[in-house]
Nanobody, 119 residues
Framework: QVQLVESGGGLVQAGGSLKLSCAASGRTFSSKSMGWFRQAPEKEREFVASINWSGDATSYTTPVRGRFTISRDNAKKTVYLQMNSLKPEDTAVYYC????????????WGQGTQVTVSS
């Protein structure tokens, strides 16, 4: 069982930066791939970024590549999403998720943190 709690969201002007954190509980965090997703109003939830268990493999959706960086600290059981050069279209609720690599699904989800980018 893994419990996830996101923090770090807020209101920022376009061009600004935010760093999201996702604190995990549970003994299996360090063995799991982690991901960040987002859901804008009236849109489906979409993949943003992922990182493997060791932190040496990452993946990003095209709209955020070069602006967002996912990282993790297994000792702190925390995964981060550094977001730079934010755009109004990045406005969404951001969720972190823990992946079950055997089942190939994101199995555990946090409650989300709101990111609002003003123009």
């Amino acid at each position: 069982q893994v419990q996830l709690v996101e923090s770090g969201g807020g209101l920022v002007q376009a061009g600004g930066s935010l760093k999201l954190s996702c604190a995990a509980s549970g003994r299996t965090f360090s063995s799991k791939s982690m991901g960040w997703f987002r859901q804008a109003p009236e849109k489906e939830r979409e993949f943003v970024a992922s990182i493997n268990w060791s932190g040496d493999a990452t993946s990003y959706t095209t709209p955020v590549r070069g602006r967002f960086t996912i990282s993790r600290d297994n000792a702190k059981k925390t995964v981060y999403l550094q977001m730079n050069s934010l755009k109004p279209e990045d406005t969404a609720v951001y969720y972190c998720a823990a992946r079950n690599d055997l089942k190939d699904v994101y199995e555990y989800w946090g409650q989300g943190t709101q990111v609002t980018v003003s123009s």
